[in-house]
């Protein structure tokens, strides 16, 4: 449709989502970026919070976190989408519509598969993204957790900490378990914070956008607005459990709202596709109908050059 925004091809698309997927199993699984080590100073209280054990432990565990952010807006997207979907197709304008905005020469793509697969696809594509950005952070800042003494274990008479004000910056003077070690150098910004919001963000933008039944006028405002409490104590948790610092929490919230709203408002264009924009498109199919039909309509100058080299003829065919 020559009025809709264009779209990249399918190869193109596909190579970025797997270029970027790549990007995050580098960050997240291998060793390839070294984490930077960050020094301390001797007995300082702001990295001697007790450490409350492995991630699994704690009150949002890790893969309770993924669960609810891939499964959550999958279902409800797919749920909407398949609703949408069901009550126009009831409608006589969707039928004469979709079948035009739809149709190739060559086949006949479902608007309900068109538009799932690329509200799912951009938020996956989102998920990722918030990965490999919180994960780039981690990695350049190598900002040290609340609990990083605890597990570091340091040998202060080694160190010559005798003064609390000495600054330690080698990376040997950790004597705890190493895992833990780098475990508490990626904190900035917190992972499940940017996680948590782009998920819940990007949920309360779709339901908002594309949910426009009578009597949601209350329901809506209160799903959104549950689902970014959900966010918020989210990063509440890895504050209270010593595992992340606010700075850390404030981060990874200003990095999930940011791209969940940049693509929202610059990719899917706040959730407006074919299938809601029906009426609109035979508007101005009809208005660009019109418009070459009047401009096929012959002018009176026209009409008088023709009458013209009539009688023209005429006159040198009797002489």
Sequence with gaps: ??????????????????????????????????????????????????????????????????????GLPTLLITITETVLFLVQYTSKEFDRSEKTLATGDCCYLNPLVRRTFRFLGVYTFGLFTVDIFVNAGQVVTGNLAPYFLTVCKPNYTALGCQQALRYISHQEACTGNQDDILRARKTFPSKEAALSVYAALYLAMYVTCTVQAKGTRLAKPVLSLG?????????????????????????????????????VVCVVHNFKGKLLLNEESLAEQQTNTAMLNTSRVESPLEKCNEVTVFFTVTAVMNA
């Design 227 to 263: 689902l970014i409490c959900l966010a918020f104590l989210t990063g509440l948790n890895r504050v209270a459990e010593y595992r992340n610092h606010w700075s850390d929490v404030i981060a990874g919230f200003i990095i999930g709202t940011a791209i969940a709203t940049f693509l």
């Design 1 to 70: 449709h020559p009025h809709l925004p264009p779209s990249l091809p399918a190869s193109s698309s596909l190579v970025i989502m797997a270029g970027t997927v790549m990007l995050a199993y580098y960050f997240e699984y291998t060793d390839t970026f070294t984490v930077h080590v960050q020094g301390f100073f001797c007995y300082d209280t702001a990295y001697t919070k007790p450490y409350l054990g492995p991630e699994d432990r704690s009150a949002v565990p890790p893969v309770l976190l993924y669960a609810v952010v891939a």
